[in-house]
Each structure stands twice: as structure tokens, then as C-alpha cells.
């Protein structure tokens, strides 16, 4: 069997709007713009992604199933401006051919600074995708697929997951394949001693990042050799898994789908031709599963070991988008140190300040501040509302400054 396990990340960030030194007021974010931006995407993704998602499980009688990841900030605007869309997934979720996964509401790095704060954005997440949508999510991906064996061992300490979706390194790998289960390594600490692979309280799934860029990259690149991509060229590459793995986990942006690659490159006309080449290609040995079905019905083989963080950006495939140089760095280490006077400021009845410092939170706000260059600083530019890194982290620490002047530090 070649099972193809899609997974989409559903995102969007509350912008900064521009903060001057001289400001004073405790509001921070750009609504004009962000509103206008999710409308947009919605427009040009979400609606006629999603509403050709409902027709394909309708088509397939329920064997095309998707999972998403939405962050907790996406929801919230999506249900101020385009609440349409928000029903549109809670159909989905009615199907039973979807499943929404669980991360940190505010889509942040609270992992590598305090895990008080993560967990606490995780259940918040739960709880919010429970009252959404009306289903409680057993599967976790961490911000941006960041992953290392520590996070594992935390996830599986904590039990209420079965598996963890993160990113398939090739030299952390080795000849093996990502179309396999995988689990963490029991080193990492989280105390199962669990000889059986299978027992293991928590699996792993590897993003098979080659099939998954030929779409959310490579689709509409005449200058790829594979150009154009068919649905039926994709379906031959998926089926030759079989024999070689289990399951061809695509794991990508949901605006790969109308925003990244647009509806005049034949994006949704692909999406809608491939899940009947997967099942024609090799009919009865391949088909569609959601992560959790995928951990049901294969085992685990492995350990992969993740002694150091590693994500799904950039060439690096490492925390380099949001941490490394003086400026993100520095924006990091006073953010955090924030968090326990703007929680005491907020327990002594300050309403607003906790969900602001949070929103602060989001992983976008560093990505901004990132200085790579060649291809990988042209994807932050093509991201950024900023003319320059550095005018996102000026903008950034006035609005922190502000934040301190609230919480009296």
C-alpha cells in the first residue's frame, strides 16, 4: 500500500502596524491591513480550496481525506472577516474524511523558551478547535514542523497525542526512507522503556519533502526539468513507494493552493484530477489517509533521532528563520521575559495585555527580522510587510517597549 497522507497549514499573523517610539497607545496591530489580507486569501484560497476539498470527499465516497493545522490566530480572524470559511471546514470536519490537528494557538516558539507557555497554548489550542469545530485533536505539529528528540520526549510524556508530524532530513535519516512510521528515541527521556517499537506513546511522521515541494514549489516553475506536472506523472511517482515505504505523507502551506501558485497555472485542476490517478494507478493498493489512520494501520520501524532542532524552512531546514542573528535574538530574549509580569499584570485584571504579549508571540514577527539572502531571503522579502529586517525589529521593540511601560518593568 502507498498511502498519501496530506496535511495543510492554514496561518495567518496579526501584522504590526507601525509603531513610533513617540506612540503611547496600547494598540498594536495593523486590522486595516489584516483584514484586507484575509480576505484575500481567502478569496484566492481558502474558499475555492477547501470548497474543492468537500467535493472531492463527496466524489470519493469519503476515501479522499485531509488534516489541517489552523493556528488559533487564523481562526480568530477568519471569524471576524470570513466566516464563511470557518463553516466550510466545520462541513469538512462532518465528513469524517478530515482531521484538524493540534499546535500552539498563537503559531509560536514558546518550546524553545518556556514550557509553562507552550503547554498552556497547546490546550488552549485543543480547546479551542474543540469548540470550533466540534472534534478533539489527537495529533500535534509543533510551530513550522520545529521538532527534536526533546520535543518528543515532552509530547509523550504528556500522553494526549499518538503521533507528532515533523520534517523528513535526509541526514538524519540516512538511507532509510520518510514513508515509513517512525518513533522518538527512548534517550530523549520520555520514560517508556517500551522494548516493542509499537508501544512507544507517541509515533512520528516525516515529511516527505520532495513530493511535497514538486507541488508547493516546483508546480508552476517552467524551468523544472519535470515541467509541467500532471496528476498522473505525481500519481506514478507516489506509487512507486510501494514496496519501498507505506505512506507519502505532502505536508504543505494550504495557500499553495490559489495564493502561492495561482489558479491560472492549473493548481486546482491538478488537485482535482489526482486522487483518481492515485487509486487508478494501482487500483485497491493505494489510497488517502488522515495522520491518525496512518499511525493506526502501520507500524512503527524506527527511531528517528533528532538530537538538534530542525523545521520544515528554508534550505537549512533549522530554526535559522526566526533565530540566529543579534536582532532576532535579542527580540526573542526580551519578549520572553515579559511573560511572567505580563501574566501577573493580567491575573490583577488587566484584560487585554496577556492576548497581546501572546499575539507578540507568533513566529512571524522574527521571520521578519531574518538576514539571509540569495533564494531563501527572497521567500522572507516576498513575506514581509517590512522594507528590511531591520525596520521589523525596530517596529517590534517599540511595541515591546510600550508592553514594558504597561506591566511597569
Known sequence: ??????????????????????????????NEANEKICRK??????????????????????????????????IEQMKQWAPDVIDMFKELAQTG???????????????????????????????????????????????????SDELGAHMSRKGK???????????????????????????????????????RPVKLLLKNYRLSDDIAFRFSNRGWKEW??????????VNQINGDGYCCNLFMDYETFGEHQWADTGIFE????MPGWIYDTNPGHNDFLTPSQVVDCYPPVGEYKVPKFISWADTERDLSAWLGNPIQDNAAAELYKLEGPVKARHAAGDEHILEDWRKLTTSDHLYYMCTKYWADGDVHKYFSPYDSP????????NVLDNLKVRVGV
Open 1 to 30: 500500500m502507498a498511502s498519501v497522507c496530506f496535511y495543510f497549514q492554514v496561518h495567518q499573523p496579526f501584522r504590526l502596524r507601525r509603531y513610533s517610539v513617540f506612540a503611547t497607545d496600547p494598540f498594536y496591530f495593523d
Open 41 to 74: 486569501v481567502a478569496e484566492k484560497c481558502y474558499r475555492p480550496t477547501t470548497a474543492k476539498i468537500l467535493d472531492l470527499v463527496k466524489r470519493h465516497e469519503g476515501r479522499f481525506r485531509v488534516s489541517y493545522s489552523i493556528s488559533g490566530v487564523c
Open 97 to 147: 474524511a478530515c482531521e484538524f490537528i493540534n499546535e500552539t494557538t498563537h503559531h509560536s516558539l514558546s518550546f524553545l523558551f518556556s514550557r509553562s507557555e507552550f503547554d498552556e497554548q497547546v490546550a488552549n489550542h485543543e480547546r479551542l478547535v474543540r469548540e470550533t469545530f466540534g472534534v478533539t485533536p489527537t495529533v500535534f505539529r509543533n510551530t513550522e514542523l520545529i521538532y
Open 161 to 199: 497525542h499518538k503521533a507528532i508530524l515533523c520534517e523528513g532530513v535526509d541526514g538524519l535519516l540516512g538511507y532509510r526512507s520518510p514513508n515509513y512510521v517512525y518513533v522518538p528515541p527512548t534517550s530523549g527521556g520520555d520514560g517508556s522503556g517500551a522494548d516493542d517499537l509499537g508501544e
Open 228 to 237: 509541467p506536472l500532471t496528476a498522473e506523472k505525481f500519481a506514478r511517482w
Open 270 to 273: 491538478f488537485l482535482d484530477a
Open 390 to 397: 531591520y525596520d521589523a525589529y525596530i517596529n517590534f521593540m
